[in-house]
């Protein structure tokens, strides 16, 4: 069984995550799922980053130690995590003993090899990014990356040569078209960073201690980038001394999932510590777009915050889930509004979905006492139908191949809505009056149950839920993902898989929430 390992980046323990935040851990569930159904063995991999000086800074302000300020929230990242219903295999925490052990072992190795050095730093640092700008680098005076005040620093600091590297990582990216997704993002690092040449990166510091200690000079912490991004192979065994089955058995991962925003150190940083440490480079790094609420980006500031959690209790997890993966393209930022999901919901959902199960089913309850099986009765029209059904999974391969989620899903919701238009086209209310078509009419009955199996069998990586719920309802077995002339179903049980929301009444519920 071939193995695929996927990661998202691991979430910053500064507070409870947005649904913004949560797109990205619900996109690669849908991917690990969906390679799950393809026969993959499948490692995915979630968890949280949790050292820094805005830890420390925050866990002062509420009173507390640092570690108890990240337990509480990974604890809750956790738990939001687990309301998504996303099936991650080890979810990983930068605080575990472990990785902290490992942390310490890698970076001494690269300091042994000399490619970790003493040196002192002076620039321009944002605390909330935690990370040193040049003056070039700002825009209008201020951090590049959130747009926040910047501080002059100086402190004692161990330095990485990400210099050394820089060439052979140019290279590798030219001779790997593939390593970084979409290719936008690919041209940015190379142009903007890459070309116009790295500096050494500080990789320590001393002005604060919430961090894993440089075991031979303690009074140095380790620094964000280089604990953070490691967590992808101190958990699945690496070690300096002797790595575990486990680790040559899943590294090199098969993608990382994370924003677009640290696509920097995910294809800069990252590939050149593992160069450092002689491992193979990740296969992939897609830097996901953003899911932006109404005409802005998501800020406790702006005060247009949207949790998860909130929004599972008030729509359902699969309409929540349905929502971010369909509406948020490829390559582009993606919009929330609670009038688009009220939308998606009526129209897709409960419409397109929830009403071809619900009449099919109604149908067969109605116009047959025996189990149905295909008749073979055969018109041109049925051919259409069929060849949708038979297709299905070599287009939303073509589509998951390139992690277009959005696209995969249309692909499904094309053949129920083709099935729709196949009841109004063979109208079995009509065939049911005639005697003697009982076999068309359960041949036509028939091709409806195997579409709504089919869809219902590629809708799970996505709605999981749904997926399950349409199998029982139509009472399947067979998870074979293609038209079956010889099924046969009985004791078929219509429930409704989506209500149909009252928009008006429902956004007015919301407004005086």
């Given at each position: ?67 108890q300020f990240v337990d509480e929230v990974a604890g809750e990242i956790q738990r939001i995590w687990d ?360 041949t036509v009955l028939y091709n409806l149950l195997e579409s709504i199996r089919v869809c219902g069998i ?56």
């Amino acid at each position: 069984m071939e193995k695929y390992y996927i990661t998202t980046a691991i979430a910053y323990t500064s507070g409870k995550p947005h649904i913004g935040n949560t797109y990205e851990i619900v996109l690669a569930d849908a991917i690990a799922r969906y390679k799950r159904l393809k026969g993959f063995d499948v490692y995915f991999q979630t968890g949280t980053d949790e050292h820094g000086e805005k830890i420390q800074i925050k866990a002062n302000e509420k009173g507390i130690s640092p570690k108890q300020f990240v337990d509480e929230v990974a604890g809750e990242i956790q738990r939001i995590w687990d309301v998504m219903n996303t099936s991650y295999d080890r979810f990983v925490r930068t605080t575990d003993e472990h990785h902290e052990k490992i942390v310490q072992k890698i970076f001494k190795k690269m300091y042994d090899q000399g490619d970790i050095y003493l040196g002192k730093y002076e620039g321009l640092y944002c605390t909330p990014c935690e990370s040193f700008f040049t003056e070039s680098q700002l825009v209008d005076g201020k951090c590049p990356d959130c747009g926040r005040e910047v501080q002059p620093k100086s402190e004692e600091a161990y330095f990485f040569k990400l210099s050394k590297y820089q060439d052979r990582l140019i290279q590798y990216i030219e001779d790997h078209p593939e390593f970084i997704q979409p290719e936008s993002r690919k041209n940015e690092m190379i142009n903007n960073f890459l070309k116009p040449g790295l500096q050494d990166l500080c990789v320590s510091r001393t002005s604060f201690d919430w961090g894993i200690p440089v075991d031979f000079d303690p009074k140095h912490v380790v620094y964000v980038w280089l604990d953070a991004l490691t967590n992808y192979i101190t958990n699945i065994g690496y070690d300096p001394d002797g790595s575990s089955e486990e680790f040559y058995k899943n590294w090199p991962a098969d993608l990382h999932l994370i924003g677009k925003d640290i696509i920097r150190f995910h294809t800069i940083y990252w590939p050149c510590f593992l160069m450092s440490l002689d491992l193979p480079l990740p296969k992939q790094v897609f830097g996901h777009p953003w899911l932006l609420v109404g005409d802005g980006k998501m800020s406790k500031s702006k005060g247009n915050v949207i949790y998860a959690d909130d929004l599972v209790e008030e729509f359902g997890v699969d309409a929540v889930r349905y929502y971010v993966l369909h509406e948020i393209p490829f390559a582009n930022d993606g919009t929330l509004t609670y009038d688009l999901l009220i939308e998606r919901i009526n129209g897709d959902l409960a419409n397109i979905l929830g009403n071809l199960v619900n009449r099919t089913i109604s149908m067969v309850n109605k116009y047959f006492d025996e189990p149905i099986s295909n008749k073979k009765v055969i018109e041109s029209m049925d051919q259409e139908l069929i060849d949708a059904i038979n297709s299905l999974e070599d287009r939303v391969e073509e589509k998951m191949a390139r992690l277009e989620i959005g696209a995969a899903l249309d692909e499904i919701f094309e053949v129920l809505r083709r099935s729709n238009k196949y009841i109004d086209e063979t109208e079995p209310w009509v065939l049911a009056k005639e005697g003697d078509r009982k076999n068309r009419l359960m041949t036509v009955l028939y091709n409806l149950l195997e579409s709504i199996r089919v869809c219902g069998i590629f809708l799970s990586p996505y709605l999981p839920e749904t997926s399950e719920k349409i199998q029982t309802q139509i009472n399947n077995s067979k998870k074979d993902t293609i038209y079956l002339e010889d099924n046969t179903y009985e004791s078929l049980n219509a429930e409704a898989l989506f209500m149909r929301i009252d928009k008006e009444k429902k956004l007015k519920e919301l407004e005086n929430k």
